[in-house]
């Protein structure tokens, strides 16, 4: 469930499932193999040698995802790029915003960067970052979870409500797109924060509507 988020200059930012296979093996040439696939059907050329930078969303609530975050960083150890490892808990939200009077949402929304154990604004910056340095490498941005919908469904409408201007309806629409379902409310919850976040606080012309289920999922 690999899927091209952004681009710049040679370098490509995705989101997708844990990669991993077999239970025990980094599944680094499956990835790059749909990678280069997805590059290719843009009528771009793959190129044959680059940085791949893992986004790691697991919060290692179970022990297969403790398991398989281990797989993760022993391959970057042994590949001595420990530097291109990042990991990245993701926990959603409790509290829905739309629950609150417009005022206490807008208070709350106002000082999200405060209580947002997700990180999503210093995280956002850092992909965004990443992507947008051209070094002698190209880079291959992986970002993820453990099937590549809920939690990377935050991460991935945060990131287009930010940075393509998409109001939370669209955002939450192209998440269900990709999974054939909502993802699940407490990420939906922490996106909905953010867009609120960037409406109130930093001031962006945003709706953070989020329209009806069936009009999401038609």
């Not at 919850?189 to 038609?218: F, P, R, T, V």
Request: aromatic share 16%; net charge negative.
């Amino acid at each position: 469930m690999v899927h091209l988020v952004d681009y710049y200059q040679g370098n490509y930012l995705f989101r997708g499932n844990e990669p991993v296979v077999n239970n025990d093996t980094f599944a680094y040439t499956e990835l790059t193999e749909t990678m280069k696939k997805i590059i290719e059907a843009q009528n771009s050329e793959f190129p044959t040698n680059f940085e791949l930078i893992d986004m790691n969303f697991l919060n290692l609530f179970t022990e297969e995802q403790v398991l398989d975050t281990k797989i993760e960083e022993d391959w970057y150890s042994k590949h001595s790029q420990s530097q291109n490892f990042f990991k990245w808990p993701i926990f959603g939200s409790i509290t829905d915003p739309d629950m609150y009077s417009e005022d206490k949402r807008k208070e709350k929304a106002l000082t999200f960067d405060n209580w947002d154990t997700d990180r999503l604004t210093p995280r956002l910056k850092i992909v965004y970052d990443l992507l947008h340095k051209v070094d002698t490498l190209p880079k291959m941005i992986y970002f993820h979870c453990e099937h590549g919908i809920d939690r990377t469904g935050e991460f991935g409408a945060s990131y287009v409500m930010l940075h393509f201007g998409w109001d939370y309806g669209k955002a939450i629409w192209w998440d269900t797109n990709i999974a054939n379902r909502l993802i699940h409310i407490e990420y939906q919850q922490h996106a909905h924060w953010y867009c609120y976040y960037l409406k109130y606080k930093l001031g962006m012309d945003i709706s953070c509507e989020i329209g009806s289920k069936a009009d999401l999922l038609n």
